[in-house]
């Protein structure tokens, strides 16, 4: 099997030379890929979630040292731009936007981002074929968000500049294949040379070192940015997923499009529709129109579409984006700690 990537025995040839390379100081992360391609102090995305991921949260990140994105799916292109807007107002570091690749007015959206001068561009959920070739035409870095090797691969040949590789306990949308991160990461890794950046059930520092030593060069975190105070999802969504537990979130409604969804009234309503093997036309007519917005934005938590990822359960609190960032720097670096430590993993070759 062909290893594309530098991470294997020559680079991290022990122990030592493996914690040296994961630490994270200002002085060194010029050299971590994922600093290095958007500019920014620490690897750290946060996700371009629907009816979370406005300017507030965003520019919050930014401002963090981390990529802050503006979820464009939620979003009409008047608003997006609003958002963009009101971001550039909030901060002077580097910030990004999501577009899913189905959006019904992408065009209107690729006009906006190239009017307002945005370099960094986060797709998903479509083949960023032909959309990637027009944004690189204008100066702007382009990142695609796979659930599979095969789909990393296919991405690196549409010549993206970075790989999001997302495990299937994310929140939302999701791939079919229901690959979890600690799987997908090391099968993208032989697949793809390109930048990547881990997603997917990362919700602490400990879940971020883990992921870079599997080979992630950086992590993209959704779920536990959007239960901060910038989010822009409604206070009941937010109480409502702090008082989760393990195992509140399940992927539903895969025949039409996999979508994790937290426990409520509608979830139910679609699994014992789909236990009696509701046609996909009786699905969607269940769905109907805006049930994301009315549960996470608008806070109707029985009727709406809850959708948040399986660290649900590690989240106990509502915190600002400054809190949120200093703990998970501060875990991944007391988890380095332990990790230098141990003698466990120094096994004898022979």
């Known amino acids: ?31 971590n890929r994922i600093c290095k391609l958007f500019g920014i102090k620490y690897p750290v995305v946060q996700g371009g979630m629907v009816w979370c991921s406005g300017w507030r949260l965003a520019s919050a990140v930014s401002n963090c040292g981390g990529l802050g994105l503006i979820g464009a799916g939620s979003m009409h292109p008047d608003v997006f731009e609003e958002h963009i807007r009101k971001a550039k107002l909030a901060t002077n570091n580097p910030f990004g936007v999501n577009i899913p ?51 990393a691969a296919k991405s690196e040949e549409a010549g993206v500049d970075a790989i999001v590789a997302e495990g299937f306990e994310a929140g939302g949308h999701n791939g079919r294949e229901e690959t979890t991160t600690l799987t997908l ?27 870079m030593i599997l080979g992630a060069d950086g992590v993209q975190i959704g779920s ?23 195992g509140d979130t399940l992927l539903s409604i895969k025949s039409l499009m996999p979508v994790r969804l937290l426990r409520n009234e509608f979830f139910d309503l679609i699994r014992n529709a789909e236990n009696n093997c509701a046609s996909k036309d ?17 806070g109707e938590l029985d009727e709406g579409e809850l959708e948040i990822g399986q660290v649900a359960s590690l989240i106990d609190k509502v915190l600002p984006v400054s809190e949120i960032m200093e703990d998970i720097l501060k875990e991944y670096h007391t988890a380095l700690k332990i990790l230098q430590n141990k003698s466990l993993y120094q096994f004898d070759n022979e």
């Open 1 to 31: 099997m062909l290893i594309k990537r530098s991470l294997k025995s020559e680079y991290f040839a022990d122990l030592k030379c493996l914690c040296v390379s994961l630490t994270i100081k200002s002085e060194c992360m010029s050299e």
């Open 224 to 246: 536990r940015f959007a239960i901060s105070n910038e989010s822009s999802a409604h206070e009941n969504f937010k109480n409502y997923v702090v008082n989760s537990k393990e």
């Open 185 to 211: 990461i090391p099968s993208v890794c032989m697949a793809t040379a390109l930048p990547l950046i881990a997603a997917g059930g990362i919700a602490t520092g400990n879940a971020m070192l883990a992921t």
């Open 282 to 298: 009786e699905l969607q007519n269940l769905l109907g129109k805006g049930r994301a917005k009315k549960g996470m934005f608008e």
């Open 101 to 151: 690749l189905f959006y019904p007015e992408i065009e209107r959206l690729i006009d906006i981002i190239i009017k307002e001068n945005i370099k960094i561009v986060f797709t998903s959920a479509g083949s960023p074929k032909k959309l990637t070739s027009l944004l690189h035409d204008q100066g702007i870095l382009v990142a695609h968000v796979v659930s599979s090797a095969a789909f």
